[in-house]
């Protein structure tokens, strides 16, 4: 006969030898019009959420029509177990022009750098390991900056899911920027 006690060992040994829950975690990337980075992130195995916003710069509370220092960004939330830090740093820069100083495409300006902020030691060291193999595979600099990780703010929600919300509007703008011709040109058959 079990005892309440036995009986509540037996579950604590159950609960210890289950699976635990995989953390997520989150990673910031700055890629241009956050649209389109938040769209490619939201495509990839793993990921979680992909959400626009403005990093990097000092002005609390930015805005779209005020964020002077800020820079789009992606703040994206990610399952560890199904994709790497590593993996999502790479599929960053495969979806960018990281040679470019000025912005993205036909996005230009500051607001549009690139910049991927890395939250740690480990992190920053992936960053930079991924960027000197993207510029040895172009065989041009990058200009794509590692950064300390930066306060994240969410942009407006129009600006969230753009995409899925207005594929229509969205497609319109990709086409008319002539994004993909230009990746083809950068990364060819890299």
Not at 21 to 42: D, I, L, P
Request: charged residues 25%; glycine residues 8%; positive net charge.
């Amino acid at each position: 006969m079990k005892t309440p006690v036995s009986a509540a060992l037996a579950a604590a040994v159950l609960l210890a030898a289950a699976p635990a829950a995989a953390a997520t975690k989150t990673a910031v990337f700055a890629g241009g019009c956050f649209w389109s980075v938040e769209k490619f992130f939201e495509a990839r195995a793993g990921v979680v959420s992909a959400v626009s916003g403005y990093a990097g710069g000092t002005r609390a509370n930015p805005t779209y029509e005020s964020h002077e220092g800020h820079l789009e960004a992606v703040r994206v939330t990610y399952d560890p177990a199904k994709v790497s830090y590593a993996q999502l740093v790479d599929h960053f820069f495969r979806n960018i022009d990281p040679t470019d100083p000025n912005g993205q495409i036909c996005d230009k300006g500051p607001a549009y750098r690139t910049a991927i902020f890395a939250g740690s030691p480990e992190e920053r060291r992936i960053a930079e390991q991924a960027k000197a193999r993207v510029a040895g595979v172009l065989k041009r600099p990058v200009a794509t900056q590692v950064r300390n990780a930066a306060k994240f703010w969410n942009a407006e929600a129009y600006h969230q899911d753009f995409a899925k919300k207005n594929p229509a509007h969205y497609e319109r703008y990709r086409i008319g920027c002539g994004r993909d011709p230009w990746l083809k040109k950068v990364w060819g058959g890299k």
